[in-house]
């Protein structure tokens, strides 16, 4: 089932369409080693709907994120996370790196508070990525916990619970250092917070003081940029919060350019008609680096699974017409339940590599030149044709030196994933 392709077809397409863009002076030789230096960090929130292997765990409310579905074969310890990540990867062209939450630390069966935990409970989590040759990212976890209840965390103003997450804040820019050093590419430690109302709020300044000390006090202490990267990541409304978010845009846009911090853009973050693309050249002229999180909004909800549509595809090209790959970071965020997990990693994953493969081979300078002449029609029109560019031919040739599946045969693999391993979890 699904096999349609043979090698030599994918090779006799690829030269053919290689010539089809050498005609627009784009290099696909090149456009191929470019992409292999552009790592996708995989969220391993996907593989078991956010839920954590903390003892005594609670679930994921009180954050305002909430996955639906109950698909069979969610992992049900780091381990088979871990082998459920390993699926997932060997089905998406090229080295990626993995995003974890602190709620995925891994106790011995121990209960160990989040304001207690160390580089130690993600061990095992290190020496995986180490064996691999691959990154870690990281997010400490301020959600789904007793004292997130409140729907307050580091802008309550309970001096207990604002002490208490600030702590696991400082505990976990430490372990995501650790990361970064034992595998020798910094590690991004992305903060985000559910802080907010549903209702109208009396006093929406005194929760920003308030946000603003205690970020302050988690980012005291100086850590070598090549081991630990930090990020902030604002969000327009959430579940329990529609009314004011704590930690909007504007909130963080200044605290990354004053504390040069990098700003965390995460697509299902903002008014349904606004798009993060569009900020992403204001965002680089004044900060250093962003991270993004590629989601997909649909309706009320912001983390549906990446697919190749314009969003995606416009924030790709951006990066490129910017010239900025190396100043952003590209992480993934969504979780679906209710389809096969390793399925929605690799349909995710492999959406946002097409989307950079065909921002690669775009021939900006072509565009750009039009521009200049003020020839609008033509920039217009030749973005136009653009879209019938023989991509695919290039994608499967891809997908065939790095020695994955090409089309749809991936399918076979998480198929057989499903009946073997899946379906036997309880
Ligand atoms: C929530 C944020 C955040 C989370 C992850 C699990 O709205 O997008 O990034 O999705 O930390
Ligand atoms: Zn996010």
Known sequence: MLRIYNENIINENYERAKEIYASFGIDTDKVLEEIKKIPISIHCWQGDDVEGFEVAAEGVDGGGIMATGNHPGKARNAEELRQDLDKAMSLI????????????????????????????????????????????????????????????????????????????????????????????????????????????????????????????????????????????????????????????????????????????????????????????????????????????????????????????????????????????????????????????WVTGTRAALKAIMIALLEPTHLLKEAEDQGNFGKRLALMEELKSLPFGAIWDKYCLEQGVPVGAEWLNVVQEYEEQVLSQRG
């Open 93 to 344: 062209p090229g080295k990626h790196r993995v995003n974890l939450h602190a709620m995925y630390a891994e106790t011995d069966g121990k209960f160990v508070d989040r304001d207690e935990i160390g580089p130690e409970h993600f061990k095992n989590w290190i020496d995986w990525a180490k064996e691999r040759g691959i990154g870690l990212d990281f997010n400490p976890t301020f959600f789904a916990h007793k004292m997130a209840d409140s729907g307050f965390t580091l802008a309550s103003k309970d001096k207990k619970i604002r002490d208490f997450w600030i702590r696991h804040g400082k505990r976990s820019r430490e372990i995501a250092a650790e990361m970064g050093k034992a595998l020798g590419t910094p590690c991004v430690n992305n903060i985000w917070i559910p802080d907010g109302y549903k209702d109208l709020p009396a006093d929406r300044l005194g929760h920003r003081q308030i946000l603003q000390e205690s970020l302050d006090e988690i980012l005291e202490e100086k850590y070598d940029k090549n081991y630990l990267l930090d990020a902030v990541e604002c969000k327009l409304f959430g579940i329990g919060s529609e009314s004011y978010v704590v930690g909007s845009h504007e909130f963080y846009m200044g605290y990354a350019i004053t504390r040069g911090t990098l700003l965390c853009l995460d697509a299902g973050h903002f008014h349904p008609t606004e798009t993060i693309s569009d900020k992403i050249s204001s965002l680089l002229t004044y900060i250093d680096e962003l991270l993004l999180h590629v989601s997909r909004g649909v309706r009320w909800d912001s983390d549906h699974v990446v697919i190749l549509n314009d969003d995606v595809l416009a924030i790709a090209q951006e990066l490129k017409r910017c010239n900025a790959f190396q100043r952003v970071h590209f992480g993934l965020d969504f979780f679906d339940g209710s389809i096969n997990r390793i399925a929605a």
